[in-house]
């Protein structure tokens, strides 16, 4: 018999969540059972039903309206055998730097253990180098959470930031920590 690998992608409010899709179909592809939560800061900025029709399910998007299926937090979290934050804003670091676990994706975060939990930040080079990102980032890496560190580009409004790592990229990083036993057949 073979199994699949299930992932939650969560996906918070960067300019990069423009790159949510990608990194959905990329998990996808690679073979990764994919369920998605999206914060109320990111639906201002992508919609909801962009990831639901990628993934062809509901999208985990109000604490307390749920509408997937009925499930609660905790049984997604039991579901999955990792959540891969991306892209993870310096708000959503710092939240689970403080264990302020008030958004869909902080939730689900704050039950799922921390060598199961990867983040890739994307945001300002100003707000990557504020004393508080940095201390935040470092103390989630020393209790297990894995960074996948953003590369230095240019982001929005032409200026120097933190970008995401290319999809694939991520997506393979993913793969080495994460065994795939059985790569599925991917989607459009
Ligand atoms: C257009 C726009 C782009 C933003 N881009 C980023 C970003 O790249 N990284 C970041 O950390 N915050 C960014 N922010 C700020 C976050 O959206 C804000 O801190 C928000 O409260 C984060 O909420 P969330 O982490 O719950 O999604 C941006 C805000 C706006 C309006």
Redesign the pocket.
């Known amino acids: 018999m073979t199994t699949s690998r299930k992932v939650i992608l969560g996906v918070?409010?960067?300019?990069?969540v423009s790159k949510a899709q990608a990194i959905a179909n990329a998990l996808q592809y690679a073979g990764f059972e994919v369920r998605a939560a999206m914060?109320?800061?990111?639906k201002?900025?992508i919609s909801e039903q962009l990831l639901s029709g990628v993934l062809n399910a509901p999208v985990y998007s109000q604490i307390w309206n749920p509408a997937q299926g009925g499930e609660t937090h905790i049984n997604w979290a039991k579901w999955a055998d990792a959540m891969l934050i991306a892209?993870a804003?310096?708000?959503?670091i710092s939240?689970l730097w403080a264990g302020k676990y008030d958004?869909c994706?902080t939730l689900l975060a704050a039950n799922i253990p921390p060598e199961r939990l990867f983040i890739a930040?994307?945001?300002?080079q100003n707000?990557w180098e504020q004393p508080a990102v940095q201390r935040n980032v470092e103390q989630l890496k020393a209790w297990g959470v894995r960074f996948i560190e953003p590369v230095t580009g240019i982001?929005?409004s032409k200026a120097t930031?933190q970008r995401l790592q290319e999809p694939s990229a991520i997506v393979d990083y993913l793969k080495q920590v994460v065994e795939i036993q059985s790569p599925a057949q991917g989607c459009e």
């Open positions: 918070t409010a960067s300019i990069a914060t109320w800061s990111a201002q900025l892209p804003t310096a708000s959503c939240e958004s994706v930040p994307a945001m300002s707000m982001v929005a930031g």
